[in-house]
């Protein structure tokens, strides 16, 4: 179970070397108020070691699966390119063409 989502049974007990002493506000209730904290930089590599443990989780795709989703893609926005542009092509000429019908130029 990872560090993160594991909670002592006791509010003093101390979590992989966090501080024993928590800052607690008597003003707010729940549980934000109980959490200690922890400096800028004590944050910033709590973070990335996140960070790190879930990209060991993360399956990467194969070389294979990355092109084929790759073209896809490239067709796909080919596709529609040329899609827009003739229904695009075909408002304008429409657009035209009442401008003709009702004699605006």
Not at 60 to 80: C, D, Q
Request: net charge neutral.
């Amino acid at each position: 179970m990872s560090g993160v989502t594991e909670f002592p049974d006791d509010e003093g007990a101390s979590i992989g070397g966090k501080p024993e002493s928590l800052e607690v506000d008597e003003g707010r209730q729940g549980f934000a108020s109980k959490l200690p904290k922890f400096s800028f930089p004590r944050r910033i590599a709590e973070f990335y070691h996140g960070v790190k443990l879930e990209m060991r989780k993360t399956t990467w795709p194969a070389r294979s699966e990355v092109w084929s989703t790759t073209l896809v893609v490239l067709i796909a926005v080919v596709f529609f390119g040329f899609y827009l542009f003739g229904v695009d092509w075909l408002i304008t000429k429409g657009f035209e063409y009442l401008g003709k019908a009702f004699g605006a130029s």
